[in-house]
């Protein structure tokens, strides 16, 4: 499969091939919608925490005696039945993810990447150079790219420092290393927009 190559200015100047191992296999819905579930799941913070009648400050001596007040037995003041006492079954700092093996993420990956090729929103720009950081300047360039108002996924190699400073003030883009990017990413954007060089290392990565 090819797709059109483009430079800033929005003109076409050439094709680029887009792999078929990465590009151009069937998508496995059941595994995408495991792996975005997962990841939303791993950005909980998960830090909730409460004390146990055991963690709880206070309530080392018995409240009166066992029998012969009439009262209720008690051996703690620090009873979760007791204001100030534990809580029961309370929450505790944990993780809610789970564990994914790596070549399930990677499918799961490239078949998002083969469903964006299959409805066309794939683009791939040859590269995204800017003089200074100027979220203008870049948004010119999404602009000549037709890529004005859409959500839009620009996937590079390396650390471009201008264009991603760019892209912060741009609440519809978002920039990310290729290698690095994730599936709710790229489901959540129309548009994935690939330098040459960032295309060509997601080909190494996860083709």
């Known amino acids: 499969m090819e797709t059109k190559l483009y430079n800033q200015n929005g003109?076409?100047?050439?094709?680029?091939?887009?792999?078929?191992?990465?590009?151009?296999?069937?998508?496995?819905?059941?595994?995408?919608h495991q792996y975005v579930t997962n990841?939303?799941?791993?950005?909980?913070?998960?830090?909730?925490?409460?004390?146990?009648?055991t963690e709880v400050r206070g309530g080392g001596r018995?409240?009166?005696?066992?029998?012969g007040t009439g009262r209720a037995?008690?051996?703690?003041?620090?009873?979760?039945l007791w204001r100030g006492g534990g809580i029961v079954f309370g929450p505790k700092p944990r993780?809610?993810?789970?564990?994914?093996?790596k070549r399930m993420k990677r499918l799961a990956l490239r078949s998002i990447f083969s469903d964006k090729a299959a409805t066309e929103r794939i683009r791939v720009v040859d590269q995204l150079e800017l003089p200074e950081i100027k979220t203008k300047q870049l948004a010119g360039i999404l602009t000549r790219l037709d890529l004005d108002g859409k959500k839009c996924l620009i996937l590079d190699e390396g650390r471009n420092e201008k264009v991603g400073l760019s892209c912060r003030n741009l609440d519809r883009v978002r920039?990310?290393?290729a290698s690095l990017t994730n599936g709710?990413?790229?489901?959540?954007a129309d548009?994935?927009?690939?330098?040459?060089?960032?295309?060509?290392?997601a080909h190494e990565v996860f083709a």
């Open 184 to 188: 709710y990413d790229l489901l959540n």
């Open 191 to 201: 548009i994935v927009l690939f330098t040459r060089a960032g295309l060509e290392k």
């Open 95 to 101: 993780g809610y993810g789970s564990a994914m093996p």
């Open 62 to 67: 018995k409240p009166w005696r066992q029998k």
């Open 11 to 32: 003109e076409a100047i050439g094709s680029v091939e887009l792999k078929p191992e990465l590009f151009e296999i069937e998508p496995n819905e059941a595994l995408v």
């Open 39 to 53: 990841y939303l799941a791993r950005q909980r913070q998960g830090t909730a925490s409460t004390k146990g009648r």
């Open 175 to 177: 920039y990310q290393r």
């Open 73 to 80: 037995r008690v051996g703690t003041i620090r009873s979760p």
